[in-house]
């Protein structure tokens, strides 16, 4: 976990600031996964810092997400159409 934790410091991924009075810390919890290679044997431990979702209010702790995903199919499609035009 400390290695998890030095990498997120030094990718610049948080910073942490003052908690304002008026606010409520978001709890968060360590999320393990083993990652296999193809064979079977094991790759490496991987270790992720996650926020406790369910204790979030939408308007109060975030106010949207978006998440863009492009589908294969989606790319596919764009290309036959392009490729007609």
Same mark, same amino acid.
């Given at each position: 976990?400390?290695?998890?934790?030095?990498?997120?410091? =030094?990718? +610049?991924?948080?910073? =942490? /600031?003052? @908690?304002?009075?008026?606010?409520? &810390?978001?709890?968060? !919890?360590? *999320?393990?996964? /083993? !990652?296999?290679?193809?064979?079977?044997?094991?790759? #490496?431990?991987?270790? #992720?810092? *996650?926020? +406790?979702?369910? &204790?979030?209010?939408?308007?109060?702790?975030?106010?949207? &997400?978006?998440?863009? *995903?492009? !589908?294969? &199919?989606?790319?596919? @499609? =764009?290309? *036959? /159409?392009?490729? /007609?035009?």
């Amino acid at each position: 976990m400390q290695h998890e934790l030095t990498a997120l410091e =030094l990718n +610049k991924t948080w910073e =942490l /600031v003052t @908690l304002p009075k008026n606010k409520q &810390t978001i709890g968060c !919890k360590w *999320v393990f996964k /083993v !990652k296999y290679k193809a064979n079977g044997t094991i790759e #490496r431990h991987k270790a #992720r810092l *996650v926020a +406790k979702w369910y &204790t979030q209010q939408e308007g109060l702790d975030f106010f949207y &997400t978006y998440s863009p *995903v492009a !589908k294969i &199919t989606s790319i596919h @499609l =764009l290309l *036959v /159409v392009a490729a /007609v035009k």
